[in-house]
T-cell receptor, first 110, second 112 residues
Framework: GENVEQHPSTLSVQEGDSAVIKCTYSDSASNYFPWYKQELGKRPQLIIDIRSNVGEKKDQRIAVTLNKTAKHFSLHITETQPEDSAVYFCAATQDDKIIFGKGTRLHILP | DSGVTQTPKHLITATGQRVTLRCSPRSGDLSVYWYQQSLDQGLQFLIQYYNGEERAKGNILERFSAQQFPDLHSELNLSSLELGDSALYFC???????????FGPGTRLTVL
C-alpha cells in the first residue's frame, strides 16, 4: 500500500525566512496531494493541493511542487510570519484512500 | 466553522466499553472520512464512506466499525475499548474523493 514519508519532523525558521517541507510517496498511482495545516487545538485545514497532471502550484506565499518521476512533493512557505507556526501534514491520495505523513511542526522564531 | 459537526465533543469511558461517535457532513458533501489522531501523532485514516457505501479502508481495527446513513450522517462505533484507543477522532467530508476535505472539530475520547 501507499506510504508517505515527511521531513523534517520539526523545523524552526526565523520570521521572514523561507520554510521547506518535503514528502515522498511510494505508490506511483497516487494522483492527488493535499497539504493541511493544523494549529494547536484546532482542526486540520487545507492550505494548498496539487494534482498529478501539474508540476507546481502557487497561492500567495505558499507553493507546492510535485516530481512524479522521483515521487516526491514539497511545500514552500516564503516570508514566514508568526501565524505560520503550526503542524503541517502532507498526504497522497489514490482511489479515495488517503495516507498522511506524520507531520512537521513549524516554529517561526521572532 | 467548516460546516462539519461532530458529537460529542468529549467522551470519557472505561476499558471494555463501547462508544458511538457521530458526524454530520457539510451540506452537499457525499464523502465522509474518519481519522484517529493520538497525542503528538499524525492523522491515521480509518475509513471512508461515499453516499452510504464503504469506499476505502485504512488502518481500522476490527473492534471499530462505521456506517453512513441515508441522510449522509455517519457514525463510528468503537468497542472493547483499550487505553490505547484514547485519541482525538476527526470526521471530514468532501464532495468527492479527490477534493478538499473539511474537518469537523473532533471528538476527544479518553479511555480510563
Amino acid at each position: 500500500g501507499e506510504n508517505v514519508e515527511q521531513h523534517p519532523s520539526t523545523l524552526s525558521v526565523q520570521e521572514g525566512d523561507s520554510a521547506v517541507i518535503k514528502c515522498t510517496y511510494s505508490d506511483s498511482a497516487s494522483n492527488y496531494f493535499p497539504w493541511y495545516k493544523q494549529e494547536l487545538g484546532k482542526r486540520p485545514q487545507l492550505i494548498i493541493d496539487i494534482r498529478s497532471n501539474v508540476g507546481e502550484k502557487k497561492d500567495q506565499r505558499i507553493a507546492v511542487t510535485l516530481n512524479k518521476t522521483a515521487k516526491h512533493f514539497s511545500l514552500h512557505i516564503t516570508e514566514t510570519q508568526p501565524e505560520d507556526s503550526a503542524v503541517y501534514f502532507c498526504a497522497a491520495t489514490q482511489d479515495d484512500k488517503i495516507i498522511f505523513g506524520k507531520g512537521t511542526r513549524l516554529h517561526i522564531l521572532p | 466553522d467548516s460546516g462539519v459537526t461532530q458529537t460529542p465533543k468529549h467522551l470519557i469511558t472505561a476499558t471494555g466499553q463501547r462508544v458511538t461517535l457521530r458526524c454530520s457532513p457539510r451540506s452537499g458533501d457525499l464523502s465522509v472520512y474518519w481519522y484517529q489522531q493520538s497525542l503528538d501523532q499524525g492523522l491515521q485514516f480509518l475509513i471512508q464512506y461515499y453516499n452510504g457505501e464503504e469506499r476505502a479502508k485504512g488502518n481500522i481495527l476490527e473492534r471499530f466499525s462505521a456506517q453512513q446513513f441515508p441522510d449522509l450522517h455517519s457514525e463510528l462505533n468503537l468497542s472493547s475499548l483499550e487505553l490505547g484507543d484514547s485519541a482525538l477522532y476527526f470526521c471530514a467530508s468532501s464532495k468527492q474523493g479527490l477534493d478538499e476535505q473539511f474537518f469537523g472539530p473532533g471528538t476527544r475520547l479518553t479511555v480510563l
